[in-house]
């Protein structure tokens, strides 16, 4: 059985084969993410890799047929493609798919020439194709298969690419400098050469039965540290799914140019998959929103990665989502890692905070047609997250905004299960039941806790009885955008906009929502919040607060006066409030949060 040639392949075959070889990636990120400095040393290719191997394995069945099975395959690959090594994979299955015809089952030729057709997309899919890396590889290995014409059986010449296969990578290390300073080969060729050996495996074995029953198993190994830390010029890797797009492919790459590098454009012009390195991905996704429906987007902090492998203050990672008001400068020193919520306009899809400012948000709140929607965090973000800080922190802590909200913090605990099991390090959510300045509170004093030395168990069991102590009293100066966001009837909202009245929204312990109470105008609302505050206070001493605002500077140093002369000291925070909470309370909006000892 073992001996007996491949002569033809099918969907089931195809797709048996491509779940070998993406497990083996599964199995050997962590050593692939060891070794990645190129385009920049952020130590995330095997985590990307991983993530578009799980969006393929996550969403695709097999077909009896070959085509159907590689259309999915390449699709799925596109739609969840992460980093420049995960962009260019995908394309290389694009343009498999596109090189094959519609045959249920093919030969062993016209696989190789499917695989011969696919480079041209490749390198039309990277602004600046660099030889030696992994789009260098998958044109060599195609070479190697296409040198024996004759060749019938799969199993035998896919076994034998293998050599010239590790030749071409082995290569790799020596052609750019970078890489031959740091005496590493490319991290994305490297994560090619693991799903080749796993298909071969696979193959040798001819055993579909065994192998559909085997588990999946990520094999985290144990490395040094001392890699060359090469530069990093632009902070964030970004990526978008554009659709319908306005212009042509190479117009495209010639707008990303202007904005950043490592530019690639993949797909085609009703879908196309973008991914650069810039340090505005907010003004960039501006532009882009004129160029095509945005449909999905990403922006990784690059020099968070890199601090994650080189430069770890602490061996517990923290994480919080984007509602989480805290100052830019308490999140990078504390090195907190946040995700972002999505909010679409139309069709149009943004990342709180991170694609879209609050000046642009505010912008568009003014002048778009619809009024933004927003949608919680799904499970594969955090899953991509999780793996990434799995393998280089000991242990995770994950706090979020109120799940009465949101599935944000549900979708957070399955993805922590899962990578807990497979990493074997522990991994903690916890429902903050708050959001904003009083959730940025609670995830500064897990930070702290971590910064003392608390273990993992300890912090989380504390945090989970600061809860209660924590307040938020929002003001709203204009029901205008609660009205258009359904939270107010047009009948209340025009009855209270006739009286002038302006509400105070506030947190119940449960984590609902609670109307605190209203005045006539927003300095009565700060009066009658602090004298709440300073009937709540006796006997309490207040460990730390926040002033937010949308656009109303004014109003929160009124906040700011009455707190020091409340508490001598100043807010550890003044922040623009999250563009997900500002929808809401719109334009004017301040609010005040603090945390009790």
Avoid at 202 to 219: A, G
Wanted: hydrophobic residues 40%; charged residues 20%.
């Amino acid at each position: 059985m073992i001996n007996k040639p491949i002569s033809q392949l099918d969907g089931r075959l195809l797709y048996y084969a491509f779940k070998a070889g993406g497990q083996r990636i599964l199995q050997q990120q962590a050593e692939i993410n060891k070794i990645n400095v190129f385009p920049v040393n952020d130590k995330d290719t095997g985590t990307n890799l991983a993530s578009t191997i799980r969006s393929v394995l996550d969403n695709t069945t097999p077909h009896k047929s070959y085509k159907t099975t590689l259309n999915r395959i390449a699709e799925n690959a596109l739609m969840g493609a992460r980093g420049n090594s995960g962009i260019i994979f995908a394309q290389f299955l694009y343009g498999m798919n596109l090189g094959t015809t519609e045959k249920g089952i093919i030969s062993v030729s016209e696989f190789v020439d499917s695989v011969l057709k696919s480079i041209p997309f490749m390198y039309e899919a990277v602004a600046d194709p660099i030889e030696g890396t992994m789009i260098t590889v998958i044109k060599e290995w195609s070479e190697s298969i296409a040198s024996n014409p004759k060749s019938t059986d799969f199993r035998k010449f896919i076994v034998e690419s293998l050599e010239a296969l590790n030749k071409s990578l082995e290569e790799t290390r020596h052609m750019m400098k970078l890489l031959r300073q740091t005496n590493v080969v490319d991290a994305g060729a490297k994560g090619f050469v693991v799903f080749i050996e796993g298909i071969i495996e696979f193959i040798r074995s001819n055993n579909i039965r065994k192998f559909v029953s085997q588990p999946n198993e990520t094999l985290v190994l144990l490395h040094d540290e001392d890699l060359h830390e090469g530069e990093i010029t632009f902070r964030y890797c970004t990526e978008a799914i554009l659709k319908n797009l306005k212009v042509t492919r190479s117009e495209l790459q010639n707008l990303l140019r202007k904005d950043g590098d490592s530019v690639v454009v993949a797909g085609s012009e009703s879908l196309t998959r973008i991914h650069i390195h810039t340090n505005d991905p907010a003004e960039l996704f501006y532009k882009l929103k004129d160029v095509g429906t945005i449909a999905f987007q990403k922006a990784d902090d690059m020099i968070q990665q890199n601090e994650a492998a080189t430069n770890r203050k602490w061996n517990i990672a923290l994480v919080t989502d984007s509602t989480c008001d805290l100052s830019q400068d308490l999140i990078d020193f504390y090195q907190i890692y946040t995700l972002p919520l999505n909010i679409n306009f139309g069709d149009n899809h943004y990342l709180d905070k991170v694609t879209i400012t609050p000046d642009h948000f505010y912008d568009l709140l003014e002048s778009s047609p619809d009024f933004p929607k927003t949608s919680q965090i799904n499970e594969h973000s955090f899953v991509n997250l999780y793996s990434h800080l799995a393998s280089h922190y000991d242990a995770i802590i994950s706090i979020h905004l109120t799940s009465h909200f949101s599935g944000t913090y549900q979708n957070s605990v399955k993805a922590a299960e899962k990578i807990s099991s497979e990493f074997n390090k522990p991994v903690y959510s916890i429902d903050s039941k708050t959001l904003s300045g009083s959730l940025g509170l609670l995830t500064l004093r897990i930070a702290k806790s971590i910064e003392a030395g608390l273990s993992p168990s300890e912090i989380v069991e504390s945090a989970n009885k600061w809860r209660s102590d924590a307040k938020i009293f929002v003001s709203v100066k204009d029901l205008k955008y609660m009205i258009k966001g359904g939270r107010v009837s047009k009948q209340k909202g025009f009855i209270a906009n006739l009286l002038n009245v302006k509400p105070i929204v506030s947190m119940a312990e449960s984590g609902k929502s609670v109307l605190f109470g209203q005045a006539f105008s927003q300095q009565a609302n700060i009066n009658k919040v602090m004298k709440h505050i300073l009937k709540i206070s006796v006997g309490k001493t207040v460990w730390n607060y926040i002033v937010l605002h949308a656009h109303n500077e004014s109003g929160a140093d009124i906040y700011i006066q009455k707190m020091l002369e409340l508490t001598g000291k100043r807010p550890v925070s003044v922040v623009d409030i999250s563009p997900v909470i500002g929808m809401n309370a719109g334009n004017g909006t301040i609010a005040v949060a603090l945390l009790f000892d």
